[in-house]
């Protein structure tokens, strides 16, 4: 039977991404996001995409979004908590705390609430399957990244306890941890340290591929096909695992 994918955050970015990777490989895909515009013209560019407005940050958003999910795909069998915010970029001492507490929000709460509604379709499926989105943040502590290192670091210890929770149920839950990805999202993230910083851009860009053994931003395609595979039969004995897709970034800390 075809997959049915729910994936958060899906009208742009690496949702999108992942959305015409499932729908493009025979799965019934549905995508939420807060940006209507967005979800009509992705719903035009990937055919048969199921769309649902979501703010991911409101929980009575995510309480109409995810039983609309499953009654629009039949039911769930893959969830992808894509769904995360960059959030500022400044010293723990002067970041602004609605901005901070909005990453929380979005990126650990707003996953959390998605995930609680969706466990109970996804133990109906014969191969349940979780992933959720930490970031190379996520496994080293970034100067300046606070809200978004914590969010993501957390966000692997939920995705460990799932694994641990609904193994029993044959649902298997996996971390990812892109690292920087090409694309709109990257330019202001590096703009963002610039200016903290008093760096240049370009200075930036250097900075953060001097810590890649491989010289070049993530493609979002490659990160689409890892979450194909991870969710797939041939993944069937992977989960629990923080799976780095991040052109072999290290940092000292
Ligand atoms: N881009 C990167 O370099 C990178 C690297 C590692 C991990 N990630 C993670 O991957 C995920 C996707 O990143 P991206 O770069 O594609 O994001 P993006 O900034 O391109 O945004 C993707 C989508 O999120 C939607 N969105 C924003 N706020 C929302 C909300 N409150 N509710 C619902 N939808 C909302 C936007 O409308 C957009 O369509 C995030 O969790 C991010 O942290 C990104």
């Known amino acids: 039977m075809a997959q049915r994918v729910l994936v958060t955050a899906g009208a742009a970015g690496i949702g999108k991404e992942i959305a015409r990777t499932f729908a493009a490989n025979g799965a019934a895909v549905c995508v939420c ?60 001492e002067d970041t602004n705390p609605d901005q901070w507490e909005a990453v929380m929000t979005i990126d650990v709460i707003g996953t959390y609430h998605v995930t609680r509604l969706a466990i109970p379709h996804l133990k109906k499926s014969p191969a349940g399957s979780i992933i959720v989105m930490s970031s190379v943040g996520g496994r080293f502590g970034y100067p300046n990244r606070s809200a978004y290192c914590t969010a993501k670091m957390g966000l692997i210890g939920f995705a460990k306890t799932l694994s641990r929770e609904l193994g ?86």
């Not at 719903?43 to 991911?56: F, H, M, N, S």
């Not at 039949?74 to 010293?91: M, R, S, Y």
């Not at 890892?226 to 041939?234: C, E, K, V």
């Open 168 to 253: 029993q149920y044959n649902i298997r839950c996996n971390a990812i941890a892109p690292g920087a990805v090409g694309g709109e999202r990257i330019e202001r993230v590096l703009q963002g340290r610039a200016d903290v910083e008093h760096k240049t851009l370009e200075e930036e860009r250097e900075a953060a591929m001097s810590i890649q053994s491989l010289k070049r931003f993530v493609d979002p395609k490659d990160i689409a096909a890892l979450i194909l595979f991870l969710t797939s039969d041939a993944g069937k004995s992977i989960s629990g695992q923080v799976l780095p897709i991040d052109n072999d970034a290290q940092t000292s800390s």
């Open 33 to 92: 996001d807060i940006n209507a515009q967005a979800l009509d013209a992705a719903a035009k560019e990937i055919p048969g995409l199921k769309t649902i407005v979501c703010d991911i940050s409101q929980r009575q958003d995510i309480e109409r979004m995810v039983p609309a999910a499953v009654a629009a795909l039949g039911g769930l069998d893959v969830l992808v908590n894509n769904a995360g915010i960059a959030g500022p970029t400044a010293p723990v």
